[in-house]
């Protein structure tokens, strides 16, 4: 059974700081990763979606990379600033069907 | 263009009572799911479609039925709530289930049940 694991839980950063969220899967054979903002009390947004043949996407300040063989996806958000905070959400797609969530990380950052 | 959309944004539902709670898209996505999201478990699958007429139990399917008479409908049923059954449910969905698809959310549904 697919597991999804985020390190760490929680992290505290000040602004400006650059930074790296990790996500892990436990089953190699997936379709596509995604990571996805959420805000307290509200949906999810996407951020990134990585497919299984990619190695890594960027969308403005913000780059994910994909390690399909060793079980592992990084976030990697430049220069942070306090509306960056947030929780973020690592989940995988296997064989077309839902995504499997990891907890998430819940970053604050601090002006 | 609204995307995912869900009804009701909020509910509080006494212990026993039932309740239908609508997902629509706009977006002529085939795929469709409905996830519940709990403090400490994270995102849970309830069930999902891949396509009108068609539904299928995910991983905490009990208590809860669906039905997707149109494409760019799924509804998600209590028909007797449980306390257990507090929750935010999530509705999502995406094109078909191949590799380059992203899933999208809607807001979310915030369920109390006393």
């Known amino acids: 059974k697919q597991e999804v694991t985020q390190i760490p839980a929680a992290l505290s950063v000040p602004e400006g700081e650059n930074l790296v969220l990790n996500c892990s899967f436990t089953d190699s054979a997936i379709y596509n990763l995604q990571w996805f903002r959420q805000d307290p009390g509200k949906g999810l947004t996407s951020l990134l979606l990585i497919q299984s043949s990619q190695r890594e996407q960027t969308s403005g300040r913000l780059n994910a990379s994909l390690d399909k063989s060793s079980g592992r996806s990084t976030l990697y958000i430049a220069a942070s600033q306090p509306g960056d905070s947030a929780t973020y959400l690592c989940?995988?797609?296997?064989?077309?069907?839902?995504?499997?969530f990891g907890k998430g990380t819940t970053l604050s950052v601090s002006s | 263009n609204a995307g995912v959309t869900q009804t009701p944004k909020f509910r509080v539902l006494k212990t026993g009572q039932s309740m239908t709670l609508l997902c629509a898209q706009d977006?002529?996505?085939?795929?469709m799911y409905w996830y519940r999201q709990d403090p400490g478990m994270g995102l849970r699958l309830i069930h999902y479609s891949v396509g009108e007429g068609t539904t299928a139990k995910g991983e905490v399917p009990d208590g809860y039925n669906v039905s997707r008479l149109k494409k760019q409908n799924f509804l998600l049923g209590l028909e007797s709530a449980a306390p257990s059954q507090t929750s935010v449910y999530f509705c999502?969905?995406?094109?078909?289930?191949?590799?380059?698809?992203?899933?999208?959310f809607g807001p979310g549904t915030r369920l109390t049940v006393l």
């Open positions: 977006m002529n996505h085939e795929y």
């Open positions: 989940a995988v797609s296997q064989a077309g069907t839902a995504l499997i």
């Open positions: 999502a969905s995406t094109i078909t289930g191949l590799s380059g698809n992203e899933q999208f």
